[in-house]
């Protein structure tokens, strides 16, 4: 299959991005985007925007979506690729996730309002499209605004994660039931930026045996949160179990992501793209 510019791992303002549905098709549109696949945080609410953006700007679009998942100690994330939104098992199993985000912010809030960054909470209200889905994305860019840190990256590294003074321990759903509702929409299931995940190489090993025996399809090969190394790497590890290979940029907003949308680079050629099964 000739390569195409695919970009299949995005955010809008529905969940943690900065652009809305279809700001998001109309830049991937100028970007050269051939293949686009909005994936929000827990939530497929825009999904019909961007699908009718796509069908105005001459891309063709792929329903998506990025399911939180506890693992063990950690936070991974699963891409859906080509889900039914009107799927119910999906959309309730989705709702089950969303139910604890806010409950988790407030803890957030109170834990910064604790060593002295009063307010965050409601600062963080500020970015958020839907208050259901309040994130750390969210609690970031308050912090960098009022001067906590240099950028939103800094204010993950000091505050937001496992260790540091922000950081709220929360259960998103299990891998199974994240698999389940992605294959009862019709979708298949990614790993979503595996070199992200502050795992070991025997820990990441489990993640993938795991998944694959769950039927897992696929993982993102090439990330925005992958560099040269990281992509050979996790060519590999698709070769070793046959995953299928994605392509994403993982775009959230201008000046805000690594990678534009549809500026990763192309997946090794020997490998399956993801996009040929959908």
């Known amino acids: 299959m000739p390569p195409i510019n695919a970009d299949l791992h995005c955010h809008s303002t529905i969940s943690d991005g900065l652009l809305a549905p279809a700001e998001v098709v109309a830049r991937a ?72 985000r806010d ?19 409601e600062g963080a209200l500020k970015y958020v499209g839907n208050p259901a889905l309040v994130s750390r994305s ?24 496992r260790g540091k003074p922000g950081y709220v321990e929360h259960v998103w759903a299990t891998m199974e039931d994240a698999l389940a ?18 795992l070991s190489k025997r820990e990441l090993d489990e993640l993938f045996v795991r998944f694959h025996d769950l039927g897992g399809e696929a993982i993102e090969v090439v990330s925005g949160s992958h ?16 995953f299928l290979a994605s392509r994403a940029s993982d775009f959230h907003g201008p000046g805000e992501s690594s990678v534009d949308l549809g500026g990763s680079d192309p997946l090794p050629e020997d490998l399956t793209p993801v996009w040929s099964k959908l």
């Open 29 to 100: 549109g100028r970007n050269g985007v051939e293949l686009l696949a909005l994936t929000d945080h827990d939530e497929l609410a825009g999904l019909a925007d961007a699908r009718e953006a796509a069908r105005i700007h001459g891309l063709a679009f792929v329903n998506g979506v990025e399911v939180s998942v506890s693992w063990g100690e950690q936070t991974v994330h699963i891409v859906g690729l080509g889900v039914d939104p009107a799927c119910t098992v999906l959309a309730d199993g989705l709702a089950d996730v969303r139910a604890g």
């Open 103 to 121: 409950g988790r912010a407030a803890r957030m809030g109170e834990a910064l309002a604790a060593i002295g960054i009063r307010g965050a909470y």
């Open 138 to 161: 969210h609690f970031a860019r308050y912090l960098a605004e009022i001067g906590a840190a240099r950028d939103v990256k800094s204010v993950f590294d000091h505050y937001l994660v």
């Open 181 to 198: 509702w992605i294959h009862a929409a019709g979708g298949l299931a990614v790993i979503a930026h595996p070199g992200r995940y502050r």
């Open 227 to 242: 560099n040269r190394e990281a992509t050979l790497e996790f060519a590999r590890v698709a070769r070793r179990y046959g």
